[in-house]
Antibody
């Protein structure tokens, strides 16, 4: 069974840092690009970042560019999101997601999410 | 960045109704559009990709169409389990973006 399991969320003060992890299982992790998306409380979905299977190519939403870094360890089947200079508006449920086979046609597998709260 | 708008933002409908949701892109995205369904407290679920291809196990009452800048999601006969929020997403150009969502509620 294909599964994604996020961890690493928590409460952090504005300006602080957190690193999210997403443990993948049930598929050939290194063969897939991976994405992070988030959802603020009561709000819609926001795509945050994407990373190629090799890790060579990274992409970011303007709202997080320069503050967040996406990476992966294919030997551990794990995706990461390093979040620095956190702001109150980064408070959200963060999901990792896997694209469908064959390219970026849609995100067909999602984790259950990990909650990040930025507050003083 | 490519912006997506959805209309309506909210709709109230009855079981058995035909429902159509529109997603418009700020620039052409070919057919690189996906639709998701999200229920409260759950992760999004992929319904349709590449504008009109039904994801595995998704009921055939869901369909998608469009190209360029205007796209539609249609539910031919609304069922009780379809009451949810629906999002479109463009996957043509990074950064990928989601629409603001359409909440489908029970009339």
């Amino acid at each position: 069974e294909v599964q994604l399991l996020e961890s690493g969320g928590g409460l952090v003060q504005p300006g602080g840092s957190l690193r999210l992890s997403c443990a993948a299982s049930g598929f050939s992790f290194s063969s897939y690009a991976m994405d992070w998306a988030r959802q603020a409380p009561g709000k819609g979905l926001e795509w945050v970042s994407g990373l190629s299977g090799s890790g060579d190519s990274t992409y970011y939403a303007d709202s997080v560019k320069g503050r967040f870094t996406i990476s992966r360890d294919n030997s551990k089947n794990t995706l990461y999101l390093q979040m620095n200079s956190l702001r109150v508006e980064d408070t959200a449920l963060y999901y990792c997601a896997k694209p469908k086979p064959g390219g970026y046609y849609g995100l067909d597998v999602w984790g259950q999410g990990t909650t990040v709260t930025v507050s003083s | 960045d490519i912006q997506l708008t959805q209309s309506p933002s909210f709709l109230s409908a009855s079981v058995g109704d035909r429902v159509t949701i529109t997603c418009r892109a700020s620039q052409g995205i070919s057919t690189s559009l996906a639709w998701y369904q999200q229920k409260p407290g759950k992760a999004p679920k992929l319904l349709i990709y590449a504008t009109s291809t039904l994801q595995s196990a998704v009921p055939s009452r869901f369909s998608g169409s469009g190209s360029g800048t205007e796209f539609t999601l249609t539910i031919s006969s609304l069922q009780p389990e379809d009451f949810a929020t629906y999002y479109c997403q463009q996957l043509n150009t990074f950064p990928f973006t989601f629409g603001p969502g359409t909440k489908v509620d029970i009339k």
